[in-house]
């Protein structure tokens, strides 16, 4: 059974670096892709970025200055990192499993394990 | 922030059906496959419909999913008390390489 287990800081002021982190356990992180997903409180949720197990990554182009993802393969991790900030980046930050494919010239991407989710708090 | 369109909100009573309309455009839902979410308050999503129509692992048959044109429907049949959540559609977006969500509809079991 695939778990994902994250960790990070939950208080932060304006400014400072978000540093969050998603182990996965029951699988490798190989021939996925692995992704961050965020959601304001109250509000829906907002695609972050992915990287895949090779170490390409691929971000929302409206966070993509701001947002870093990372993998560790020996570690079976990967990582989200943002710098500078602000009370708009207050959310619960979720990791996923995401499960791409491209086919008869259509993508289908889905993802199929999520961690339980860190609010993060600018404040 | 990119969104597909979906109803705030959406209601049925026990026992009959409900559908959530997810409207994107040709770059989005209109050429991709569309996946649909589950989430209930203080937890993290669960996924129900990937691949436009296939139903996740245990998953039931009252949960189903379509498409037309730039358009997709869950369809929820057989309500119960228990289903009540917010459900969310997603889909690639070719043009922007992003994925996208949709706004959500909060789903009431009257």
């Known amino acids: 059974q695939v778990q994902l287990q994250q960790w990070g800081a939950g208080l932060l002021k304006p400014a400072e670096t978000l540093s969050l982190t998603c182990a996965v356990q029951g699988d490798s992180l190989t021939d996925y892709y692995w992704a961050w997903i965020r959601q304001p409180p109250g509000k829906g949720l907002e695609w972050i970025g992915e990287v895949f197990y090779r170490g390409g990554t691929n971000y929302s182009p409206s966070l993509q200055s701001r947002f870093t993802i990372s993998i560790d393969t020996s570690k079976n991790q990967f990582s989200l990192k943002s710098t500078s900030v602000t009370a708009a980046d207050t959310a619960v930050y979720y990791c996923?499993?995401?499960?791409?494919?491209?086919?008869?010239?259509?993508?289908?991407?889905?993802?199929?394990?999520w961690g339980p989710g860190v609010l993060v708090t600018v404040s | 922030q990119s969104v597909l369109t979906q109803p705030p909100s959406v209601s049925a009573a026990p026992g009959l059906k409900v559908t959530i309309s997810c409207s994107g455009g040709?770059?989005?839902?209109?050429?991709?496959?569309v996946s649909w979410y589950q989430q209930f308050p203080g937890t993290a999503p669960k996924l129900l419909i990937y691949?436009?129509?296939k139903r996740s692992s245990g998953i039931p048959d009252r949960f189903s999913g379509s498409k037309s044109g730039t358009s997709a429907t869950l369809a929820i049949t057989g309500l119960q008390t228990g289903d009540e959540a917010d459900y969310y559609c997603a889909s690639w977006d070719t043009s922007l390489n992003t994925e996208k969500f949709g706004g959500g509809t909060k789903l009431t079991v009257l």
């Open positions: 691949d436009t129509i």
């Open positions: 040709p770059s989005d839902v209109g050429n991709n496959f």
């Open positions: 996923a499993r995401g499960q791409y494919t491209f086919r008869s010239g259509s993508t289908t991407y889905y993802f199929d394990y």
